[in-house]
Protein backbone atom coordinates (compact mmCIF):
# COMPACT_ATOMS: atom_id res chain seq x y z
CA UNK A 1 0.00 0.00 0.00
CA UNK A 2 1.38 3.29 -0.79
CA UNK A 3 1.10 5.94 1.75
CA UNK A 4 -0.52 8.96 1.47
CA UNK A 5 1.55 12.47 1.09
CA UNK A 6 1.07 14.33 4.28
CA UNK A 7 -0.09 17.96 3.73
CA UNK A 8 1.59 20.72 2.87
CA UNK A 9 3.24 22.48 6.57
CA UNK A 10 0.95 25.21 6.31
CA UNK A 11 -2.58 23.41 6.15
CA UNK A 12 -2.09 20.76 8.78
CA UNK A 13 -4.44 20.70 11.06
CA UNK A 14 -5.23 17.90 14.08
CA UNK A 15 -8.52 18.22 13.57
CA UNK A 16 -11.31 19.09 10.87
CA UNK A 17 -12.62 22.11 12.85
CA UNK A 18 -11.72 25.85 11.99
CA UNK A 19 -10.91 26.54 15.39
CA UNK A 20 -7.73 28.38 16.18
CA UNK A 21 -7.11 27.09 19.90
CA UNK A 22 -5.24 23.56 19.65
CA UNK A 23 -6.17 22.67 22.90
CA UNK A 24 -10.40 23.08 21.93
CA UNK A 25 -9.34 21.07 18.40
CA UNK A 26 -8.21 18.28 20.05
CA UNK A 27 -10.48 18.07 23.08
CA UNK A 28 -13.74 16.67 21.13
CA UNK A 29 -11.38 14.23 20.27
CA UNK A 30 -9.92 13.21 24.20
CA UNK A 31 -11.45 12.43 27.14
CA UNK A 32 -10.68 14.55 29.99
CA UNK A 33 -9.32 12.31 31.85
CA UNK A 34 -7.20 10.56 29.57
CA UNK A 35 -3.86 9.48 29.74
CA UNK A 36 -0.92 9.19 27.66
CA UNK A 37 -1.59 11.98 25.54
CA UNK A 38 0.04 15.08 25.40
CA UNK A 39 -1.38 18.56 24.69
CA UNK A 40 -2.38 19.59 21.05
CA UNK A 41 -0.05 22.09 20.88
CA UNK A 42 3.09 19.73 22.14
CA UNK A 43 2.04 17.22 19.48
CA UNK A 44 1.93 19.94 16.68
CA UNK A 45 5.03 21.41 17.62
CA UNK A 46 6.89 17.62 17.74
CA UNK A 47 5.50 17.23 14.44
CA UNK A 48 6.59 20.79 13.25
CA UNK A 49 10.21 20.35 14.99
CA UNK A 50 10.51 16.40 13.46
CA UNK A 51 9.03 15.44 10.59
CA UNK A 52 10.31 16.95 7.78
CA UNK A 53 7.75 18.97 5.18
CA UNK A 54 6.98 16.34 2.31
CA UNK A 55 7.33 13.13 4.58
CA UNK A 56 4.77 10.57 3.39
CA UNK A 57 3.02 8.36 6.27
CA UNK A 58 1.64 5.13 6.16
CA UNK A 59 -1.15 4.13 8.95
CA UNK A 60 -2.25 0.96 9.51
CA UNK A 61 -5.18 0.43 12.49
CA UNK A 62 -5.93 -3.03 13.53
CA UNK A 63 -8.93 -3.68 15.98
CA UNK A 64 -7.39 -6.00 18.81
CA UNK A 65 -10.47 -5.75 21.01
CA UNK A 66 -14.01 -3.79 21.57
CA UNK A 67 -12.54 -0.15 21.97
CA UNK A 68 -8.79 -0.85 21.58
CA UNK A 69 -7.00 -0.55 18.76
CA UNK A 70 -3.16 -1.00 17.62
CA UNK A 71 -1.80 1.36 15.82
CA UNK A 72 1.32 1.34 13.31
CA UNK A 73 3.08 4.25 11.92
CA UNK A 74 5.17 4.34 9.09
CA UNK A 75 7.05 7.15 7.79
CA UNK A 76 8.76 7.84 4.03
CA UNK A 77 10.91 11.16 4.78
CA UNK A 78 11.87 13.23 1.41
CA UNK A 79 15.64 11.57 1.33
CA UNK A 80 14.12 7.75 0.87
CA UNK A 81 14.97 6.84 4.38
CA UNK A 82 12.13 5.09 6.32
CA UNK A 83 11.07 5.15 9.72
CA UNK A 84 9.22 2.70 11.50
CA UNK A 85 7.33 4.11 15.14
CA UNK A 86 6.62 1.69 17.69
CA UNK A 87 3.07 0.40 17.66
CA UNK A 88 0.75 2.01 19.90
CA UNK A 89 -2.17 0.65 21.78
CA UNK A 90 -5.02 3.20 21.80
CA UNK A 91 -8.12 3.06 23.84
CA UNK A 92 -11.79 4.51 23.36
CA UNK A 93 -14.62 5.38 25.38
CA UNK A 94 -18.03 6.41 24.12
CA UNK A 95 -19.10 9.58 26.03
CA UNK A 96 -22.41 11.30 24.85
CA UNK A 97 -22.37 9.57 21.82
CA UNK A 98 -19.23 9.99 20.62
CA UNK A 99 -16.02 8.13 20.68
CA UNK A 100 -13.28 9.37 22.89
CA UNK A 101 -9.74 8.87 23.22
CA UNK A 102 -9.03 7.03 26.49
CA UNK A 103 -5.20 6.04 26.27
CA UNK A 104 -2.58 5.92 24.37
CA UNK A 105 0.34 3.83 25.15
CA UNK A 106 3.23 1.25 23.60
CA UNK A 107 1.55 -2.10 22.70
CA UNK A 108 2.00 -5.19 24.69
Not at 5 to 24: M, Q, V
Not at 48 to 58: L, N, Q, S
Amino acid sequence: MEPTPAPPRSSRSTSPTTCSDPEKRHAPFVAPDAVGVEPANLLQSAIDTYIPAGAEHCVTIRAAEPQRFLVTLRERQPSGEEVAYTQQAITTRVVDGRHVITSIGEAS
